[in-house]
Nanobody, 121 residues
């Protein structure tokens, strides 16, 4: 059974940091590009980052560029999203997704269940 499971969300103060994890179950992530998405109340789902299967290439949305870092450890079958300098507008449900392919081309086939991130004083 192919599954992605996110973890690491929670409540954090503005300016704080969180690290989200995306772990694969039932398949290896070695051959898949992985994207991170978020959806805030009243807003459409937004792709915020992606990493190629090898980790050689990454991309970021302008809203998170310079603050968030995506990485992967294929030996652990896990992708990470390090989030620094968090702002209240980062509050959202965060999802990871696996692409049918090695590159970040925008087509995703497998999705996690999401984890809530709340940035508030």
């Amino acid at each position: 059974q192919l599954q992605l499971v996110e973890s690491g969300g929670g409540l954090v103060q503005p300016g704080g940091s969180l690290r989200l994890s995306c772990a694969a179950s039932g398949f290896t992530l070695d051959y898949y590009a992985i994207g991170w998405f978020r959806q805030a109340p009243g807003k459409e789902r937004e792709e915020i980052s992606c990493i190629s299967s090898s980790g050689a290439s990454t991309k970021y949305a302008n809203s998170v560029k310079g603050r968030f870092t995506i990485s992967r450890d294929n030996a652990k079958n896990t992708v990470y999203l390090q989030m620094n300098s968090l702002k209240p507008e980062d509050t959202a449900v965060y999802y990871c997704a696996a692409s049918l392919g090695r590159l970040c081309i925008g087509s995703y086939n497998y999705w996690g269940q999401g984890t809530q991130v709340t940035v508030s004083s």
